[in-house]
């Protein structure tokens, strides 16, 4: 599975964007996609993940309220959408792919290329 990324860009705070994650081959139902962000100089950290096969969601506390993951089956897409955006939201953000119910980096195998978010005050 390739997982391209887009939908990144610069936006002013308290602004909205809407990341895609496109998946070249079959998502498996199985499957929990992710999305993670690394800001300059930080570690690279978990944003959200959403079940492929129920749809069900789970989000940082730092984006909760604030983002919302979603997917479309027939596109084979998942989708970041950011609203209520902050300076410290600025970051590359990732897609990714695991057989886990996890939010740890380690345990997601294929990921994206990244696609930069950044947030003016």
């Known amino acids: 599975v390739q997982l391209q990324a887009s939908g990144g860009g610069l936006v002013q705070a308290g602004g909205s964007l809407r990341l895609s994650c496109a998946a070249s081959g079959r998502i498996y139902s199985s499957s929990i996609m992710g999305w993670f962000r690394q800001a300059p100089g930080k570690e690279r950290e978990f944003v959200a993940f959403?079940?492929?096969?129920?749809?069900?969601?789970y989000y940082d506390d730092s984006v909760k309220g604030r983002f919302t993951i979603s997917k479309d089956s027939a596109k084979n897409t998942v989708y970041l959408q950011m609203n209520s955006l902050k300076p410290e939201d600025t970051a590359v953000y990732y897609c990714?792919?695991?057989?886990?119910?996890?939010?740890?980096?380690?345990?997601?195998?294929?990921w994206g290329q990244g696609t930069q978010v950044t947030v003016s005050s």
């Open positions: 959403i079940r492929w096969s129920t749809g069900a969601t």
């Open positions: 990714a792919r695991t057989s886990q119910y996890s939010t740890a980096i380690g345990d997601y195998r294929f």
